[in-house]
């Protein structure tokens, strides 16, 4: 299989602070992968550099996206070659509609103009996929939402944008379960209707419940620290990171 996605040697951080330390990974076109690990080991930043986060700085590796270097892209190239990011803590942004963002970001990636009822006919069915009601489509991007309606918007861009590679970072904290089978059910249409790649950072299984996992990564301090296959996520939440930390097996 391909690889959609090849990290090498990656290290970057905020200022002076370095917080990847040399991260290699690889993801496969059609892929599942899992990043797990104790708070603050890197998981989110690495989501957040992989999409091109101005926010880090990437002071030495490389991250090839189908072959090519995107190390020095812009998020909005990186977007617009398919590649998202669901955020941990989606923000609220008045005076744009999710509808009105949603067909503007569409357009943006895919360079074509989209007529109005045809959009409108797409978001209403991935609405539907996540129980939404149609009246969010008219509030302004996220205001006012509940912390799972935020959610809920973050799986319905993944629905609207339908990109290659799809980051979803935590979108699962904070979740009754009840919204979580919701979320899971429009990760597992993405999957279906797309074959896209996932990469999901999460401490909950019931996310990933609807999913064939490929590969799990653990971080810890920046760094990869070992990887196997699906069935390392539940020996992890039987036994904890530490002795994978500490280089056991």
């Known amino acids: 299989m391909s690889q959609l996605l090849e990290i090498k040697g990656l290290r970057a951080g905020v200022e002076e602070k370095e917080l990847l330390h040399g991260v290699n990974l690889s993801v496969g076109a059609g892929e599942t992968h899992v990043l797990m690990g104790p708070n603050g080991a890197g998981k989110s930043t690495l989501g957040s550099v992989i999409m091109g986060s101005p926010e880090y700085e990437v002071t030495s590796g490389s991250i090839f996206f189908e072959g090519e270097d995107i190390t020095e892209e812009s998020a909005d190239k990186r977007a617009k070659r398919g590649l998202f990011l669901s955020f941990q803590n989606p923000v609220e942004i008045s005076g744009i509609s999710l509808s009105e963002f949603l067909r503007n970001a569409l357009e943006q990636i895919t360079g074509k103009h989209m007529k109005l009822w045809d959009f409108k006919k797409k978001l209403k069915a991935a609405m539907e996929i996540l129980g939404m009601d149609s009246a969010y489509a008219d509030r302004d991007l996220n205001a006012g939402f509940s912390g799972g309606e935020k959610k809920k918007a973050e799986i319905l861009q993944l629905l609207i944008l339908e990109p290659k590679l799809a980051i979803l970072d935590e979108t699962d904290s904070g979740l009754d ?11 597992e249409e993405y999957r ?7 990469i999901v950072i999460t401490h909950n299984t019931k996310i990933l419940e609807a999913l064939n996992v490929d590969k799990t990564h653990i971080l810890a301090a920046g760094k990869v620290v070992t990887e196997g296959d699906g069935t390392l996520v539940e020996d992890v939440l039987e036994n904890g990171f530490e002795r994978y930390i500490n280089g056991g097996k």
């Open 177 to 187: 379960v009840d919204a979580v089978k919701t979320v899971s059910a429009g990760i």
């Open 192 to 198: 279906k209707r797309t074959g896209g790649t996932l």
